[in-house]
């Protein structure tokens, strides 16, 4: 089956434009996660979102980040007022039940964002 | 705050050599989760283990709970063995990811 999607597959905007990620997740996942990753840097969490509970927003790094998911299906990432240390890759991830801990979590191929 | 410290960060080998990456995680994670991040930047899961050892073809996962240590061991190493190797702790406020290990095979 399909896996997990993320559009655009790169974004170069200018700093102070706005931008908008979308992730797509596997059908029937449950739970979808938004990590970043700067170049040479681990994958950061950013946001949690299982089933109709409330987010885990406890990883946005200031109030210009915001996201939402649709159901439990399509997610947006936003980011407000875009700065150069925003640069760099948005990755989404899906997992079946949301079992933090435990469960496999299946990864898109991420946005590269750039901003200049 | 969990923590999860990888190494080494770099590691050049030649092919057929027996590859080892080593994780040391804090108190608080339950599960190790093992990655592999292909050049083109797609992640996929290769293991999951909270004790003793898997094994999936050449890759070999181990854990010991005692020490807060795992390692990735790769036999008879390819140059599509190339790729960063990522460790991640699953606790309580979810995965914590070390920074990688950034793994060249060369032919």
């Known amino acids: 089956g399909a896996g997990v999607s993320q559009s655009p597959s790169n974004k170069v905007t200018e700093k102070g434009k706005d931008v908008e990620l979308r992730c797509d997740p596997i059908s029937g996942h449950t739970a979808l996660y938004w990590y970043r990753q700067r170049l040479g840097q681990g994958l950061e969490f950013l946001i949690y979102?299982?089933?109709?509970?409330?987010?885990?927003k406890s990883g946005l790094p200031s109030d210009r980040f915001s996201a939402e998911r649709t159901g439990e299906s399509v997610s947006t990432l936003t980011i407000q007022r875009t700065q150069q240390e925003d640069s760099a890759v948005y990755l989404c991830?899906?997992?079946?039940?949301?079992?933090?801990?435990?469960?496999?979590?299946?990864f898109g191929p991420g946005t590269r964002l750039l901003v200049l | 705050k969990n923590e999860v410290e990888q190494s080494p960060q770099n590691l050049t080998a030649q092919e057929g050599e027996f590859i080892t990456i080593n994780c040391s995680y804090s108190?608080?994670?339950?599960?190790l989760h093992w990655l592999q991040q292909h050049p083109g930047g797609g992640i996929v899961s290769l293991f999951m283990l909270s004790s003793g050892k898997k094994k999936h073809g050449r890759l070999i996962a181990t854990i010991n709970i005692q020490e807060k240590h795992s390692s990735l061991h790769i036999t008879a190493s390819h140059p599509r063995d190339s790729a960063v190797y990522i460790c991640a702790g699953g606790g309580a406020d979810g995965l914590t990811f070390g920074k990688g290990t950034h793994l060249i095979i060369q032919p």
């Open positions: 979102f299982q089933g109709n509970s409330a987010p885990d």
């Open positions: 991830a899906s997992s079946s039940r949301g079992d933090r801990v435990w469960e496999t979590q299946y």
């Open positions: 108190v608080g994670i339950s599960a």
